[in-house]
């Protein structure tokens, strides 16, 4: 089966970059990408390609090349689907906030949207890509709303699920570990799962493809984010009991991971990982094993958003603490927002949450983030509905360069590992600040001895102080 045009139903972090890289690297394919919001595909036809709308580095060469070739952004949805002979699925699948499984389960109902108007447009047969993160036996649901609404076509499901980190995501797309399918066990599934190997085959090694059944390739996706987050808690958990007995995290971490079978990727002690994947993903895990009634299971997993919750909560905590046990009307300079460094998503930052938390001490936050834009910042703070909008604007003051937010700061805390800052004159920002003058590496990217050889009073994560 060759596949002539693609069509995929979000232009988000996953489907923009995504499909960027499959219409770069497969010419002759026609790829659209459709989505409702109208603002999202304007600033992906931008000429300017500094407006995309997501930060990502590499990603305007790969738009550049294929935009306009064979590579496209619109609003007409269902015209895209019904010329389509692929169809991905790369819509949001956020925690659900009301009903059933609040706070806890995927919600569905986007997904379940596309899936219904897959059915309602198409004319003739279709492969239909989960490329979404999505519940195991989810693709159930979806062959079934297009086998009972559709128009007597044949649709096979296939799970497509992404393993890209945001910052890295064309690299990660370029050089996969791995390009996971999930299909039917059966001849027309295998033919499906054939022809979205063949999309991939045009740059990704063939052992790196690998193929599954379905209910293995959708679990696979929320257990791979499940056991990256455990990392990162693991070695948070340990960066609080490096605190109390005068251990470096960093040494243990690397004494750790030079042994091959834990390895050193994902040992970074941090302020607490964020995103909008891992916890979402991981509390789908425990609903979907707490459903099942496996409840050590759900148990186990549980443990490591509310080690994460933790370890932002005992940041902030030590910032009030070692500020004399008041915040209170003190500027606190924020370095950083988004969720990780290289890009402009701040969905889930710990920066959201320790701010949060201080503002309820009444401190006043100052913000410096290279990519992040001060209306989301605000609009991050808000979505939490600790307090008003305009208590949020007072106490919440946002700089687009680092020296006039740390001028007369109290504080300095570092929450996501930008390189610029450790390029900073931070000899310059000494002098600007109030006396003492408080550091909080979040994110250990600073030498310790260097900030306070300038005068600091500096703090890292799991580091002795
Ligand atoms: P996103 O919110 O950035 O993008 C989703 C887009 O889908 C939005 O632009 C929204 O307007 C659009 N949309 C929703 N319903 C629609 C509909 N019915 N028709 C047309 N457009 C519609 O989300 P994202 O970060 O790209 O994530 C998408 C999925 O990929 C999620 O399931 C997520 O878990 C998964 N994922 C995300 C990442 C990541 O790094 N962000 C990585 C791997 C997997
Ligand atoms: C993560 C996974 O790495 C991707 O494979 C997956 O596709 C994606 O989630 C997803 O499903 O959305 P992402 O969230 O973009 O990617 O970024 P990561 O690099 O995984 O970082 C997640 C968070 O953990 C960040 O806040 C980061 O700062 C933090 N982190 C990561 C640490 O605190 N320490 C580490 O050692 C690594």
Redesign the pocket.
């Known amino acids: 089966m060759k596949i002539n045009r693609i069509c995929c139903?979000?232009?988000?972090?996953?489907?923009?970059p995504t499909m960027s890289v499959i219409a770069q690297k497969n010419p002759e394919i026609r790829v659209d990408v459709?989505?409702?919001?109208e603002q999202?595909i304007a600033d992906w036809n931008d000429q300017d390609l500094t407006k995309l709308p997501?930060y990502e580095p590499g990603l305007d060469g790969v738009v550049a090349e294929a935009r306009g070739r064979n590579l496209f952004f619109s609003t007409e949805?269902d015209d895209a689907i019904e010329k389509a002979d692929m169809i991905f699925i790369?819509?949001?699948?956020?925690t659900k906030t009301y009903g059933t499984g609040k706070g806890m389960a995927?919600d569905l109902k986007?997904v379940e949207?596309?899936a219904r108007?897959i059915a309602r447009v198409a004319k003739d047969d279709k492969i239909v890509v989960e490329?979404?993160?999505?519940p195991v036996r989810t693709a159930e649901a979806i062959k079934s709303i297009l086998d009972n609404t559709g128009n007597g076509v044949n649709f096979q499901i296939l799970s497509n699920?992404?393993?890209?980190?945001?910052g890295t995501?064309i690299d990660d797309l370029l050089s996969p570990d791995r390009v996971l399918i999930g299909g039917e066990q059966s001849e027309e599934g295998q033919a499906a799962i054939n022809a979205l190997a063949s999309v991939y085959g045009a740059w990704v090694p063939e052992d790196r493809i690998l193929t599954t059944n379905l209910w293995s390739s959708e679990l696979s996706?929320l257990t791979a984010n499940a056991y990256l987050a455990q990392r990162v808690s693991s070695i948070n958990a340990l960066s609080e009991l490096c605190e109390a007995t005068g251990a470096d995290v960093d040494e243990v971490a690397k004494a750790i991971g030079m042994d091959s079978r834990i390895g050193p990727k994902f040992l970074k002690a941090s302020v607490g990982f964020g995103?909008?994947?891992f916890q979402?993903?991981i509390l789908n895990l425990v609903y979907i094993s707490k459903s099942l009634g496996l409840d050590a299971v759900a148990d186990y997993w549980e443990q490591v958003i509310i080690m994460n919750n933790h370890q932002r909560a005992r940041f902030a905590k030590k910032i009030i603490t070692t500020l004399y046990n008041t915040v209170s009307g003190k500027k606190i300079t924020f370095l950083g927002w988004a969720f990780k460094k290289d890009t402009n998503?701040s969905?889930e930052s710990a920066a959201i949450y320790v701010a949060d938390m201080l503002m309820d001490e009444r401190a006043e936050i100052a913000v410096y983030d290279p990519k992040v834009s001060s209306r989301q910042m605000l609009e991050d703070l808000n979505y939490l509905n600790t307090r008003s909008e305009s208590e949020n604007e007072e106490l919440m003051d946002t700089h687009n360069e680092p020296y006039g937010a740390t001028d007369g700061a109290h504080a300095v805390a570092i929450l996501t590992e930008w390189d610029e800052f450790k390029d900073l004159d931070w000899e310059r920002i000494y002098k600007g600040m109030q006396k003492p003058a408080f550091v909080f590496d979040g994110r250990n990217i600073m030498d310790s001895q260097r900030m306070r050889d300038i005068g600091f009073i500096f703090q890292g994560i799991g580091k002795p102080s």
Do not use: H, M, W
């Not at 459709?34 to 919001?37: C, G, H, R």
């Not at 790369?90 to 956020?94: A, G, I, K, W, Y």
């Not at 490329?131 to 999505?134: G, Q, V």
């Open positions: 139903i979000g232009a988000g972090y996953v489907g923009g459709v989505d409702l919001n999202r997501i949805v790369s819509v949001n699948t956020p995927a986007y949207l596309c108007q490329k979404s993160t999505l699920p992404e393993f890209l980190a945001e995501a996706k995103g909008s994947c979402k993903d998503d969905r």
